[in-house]
């Protein structure tokens, strides 16, 4: 981590000057406008839960032509309807300079930026452009690649054109292939960004992570258990029959299940005593972390020797039969250890590629010294 970030000044969200509601901040409404009816409909009832801020796509960016594309401007009018009959305040996506104006005329609260605009830097410059000298919260969504530094970029390219009010939105990246999600969550990516702002709101969208309605009670849950700020839900009268992601869409009752089966956790300890125990707790780690590196460092000098050996003997520092057995006995003592098999499989992947990668650097500075001898001769 190198922290080179940490001097953007985005506001902590205790200083945003408007009223985001308790912790966690929930961001519900429907994938899509579709009817002024739908938007009204779901808005009142979302609102008599206790809902604060009201999302709808106006504009919808869908992967495939011939399908729901948003009902475009015509559907502005209806959310700031939304805004006066139920005080919510609404958000909507904008992937435009023309998105941002239209927005902006209608009294949109907060901006969106979607995944595939944030993975888009000339539409980001276009979207700053726009909004130099506009004082409203921008919500930033990753981008669709698991990019941690275009993300960054197009949080600076807002935070360059005066926006200090930033939130960032985590709705998982793409991947090609097998998965339970739609999108990869990659937790660890929007990690590194709270890491580098520390500042920035940061939300979890469980419904483009998940994709479907089975999903989002874990995936809330884990951001819930990683202290993320809030989360943005899709929720929809009727979703089986919404035009745009149907499958993870889901009743503002069921919304409200959802919210109440939330086990919140603290980021900090209240108590004293709580805080003593885990000092003594980390202390504990920071031990067992010496002896894993002290392990580890042990364990290169024997694969450096095996270096040596292979070198002389002429052998391939890869050995497919030996890789194999290391990875089935790991994972015998794994399921010993109530490890999850994938986590053994990623260490002893590292741990391998670094031993190649040691065992590497003895064949070429061998070879180079031979090289030398050599060119002597
Ligand atoms: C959405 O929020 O409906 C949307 C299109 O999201 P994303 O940009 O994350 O795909
Ligand atoms: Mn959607």
């Known amino acids: ?20 509601g308790e912790r966690p901040i929930i961001i519900a409404g429907p994938c899509s406008a579709e009817t002024e009816e739908q938007v009204l409909s779901t808005a009142h009832l979302l609102s008599g839960r206790g809902i604060k801020i009201f999302r709808a796509g106006i504009w919808k960016p869908r992967t495939r032509p011939n399908t729901f594309s948003g009902v475009g401007e015509r559907g502005l009018p209806w959310l700031r309807r939304v805004k006066q009959e139920t ?16 927005a902006l005329k209608y009294g949109i609260d907060i901006l969106w930026i979607g995944a595939r ?17 506009v004082d409203l919260p921008v919500m930033i969504k990753n981008p669709i690649n698991p990019d941690l530094d275009l993300w960054i970029g197009a949080i600076e390219r807002i935070y360059n054109a005066g926006i200090r009010r930033i939130a960032a939105i985590h709705r998982g990246f793409s991947t090609y292939g097998q998965s339970i999600y739609r999108n990869e969550p990659n937790w660890q990516i929007a990690l590194d960004l709270k890491a580098q702002l520390p500042n920035i709101m ?8 998940a994709g479907r309605r089975d999903l989002l009670q874990s995936v809330a849950q884990k951001a819930m258990d990683l ?20 499958h993870q869409q889901i009743t503002p009752d069921q919304l409200m299940e959802l919210l109440s089966n939330l086990q919140l956790r603290k980021a900090q300890a209240q108590d004293r005593l709580l805080e003593e125990e885990l000092v003594k707790l980390r202390a504990q780690i920071d031990v067992f972390d010496s002896l894993l590196m002290e392990i580890l460092s042990d364990r290169m000098n024997v694969v450096r020797r095996i270096g040596e050996l292979k070198k002389r003997y002429n052998m391939t520092i890869f050995q497919e039969k030996r890789w194999q057995q290391i990875i089935l006995r790991a994972q015998q003592v794994a399921g010993e250890k109530g490890f999850s098999s994938s986590f053994v499989e990623k260490l002893f992947k590292l741990i391998h590629q670094e031993s190649i990668g040691q065992q590497t650097l003895i064949m070429n500075k061998e070879r180079k010294a031979e090289h030398a001898t050599k060119e002597k001769a």
């Not at 981590?1 to 985001?20: E, F, R």
């Not at 809030?230 to 929809?236: R, S, T, V």
């Open 117 to 133: 605009t944030t993975a888009n830097p000339f539409l980001m410059q276009e979207i700053a452009d726009a909004l130099q000298g």
């Open 1 to 20: 981590m190198n922290g080179k970030n940490n001097n953007l000044d985005i506001l902590p969200m205790k200083q945003w000057d408007m009223d985001l």
């Open 227 to 246: 202290s993320f700020d809030g989360l943005m839900i899709e929720a929809h009268i009727t979703p089986e029959q919404a035009w745009s992601d149907a």
């Open 87 to 102: 005080g919510m305040m609404t958000t909507t996506e904008v992937a435009s300079a023309r998105h941002v104006y239209e």
């Open 202 to 209: 940061l939300i979890n969208d469980p419904s483009h992570i």
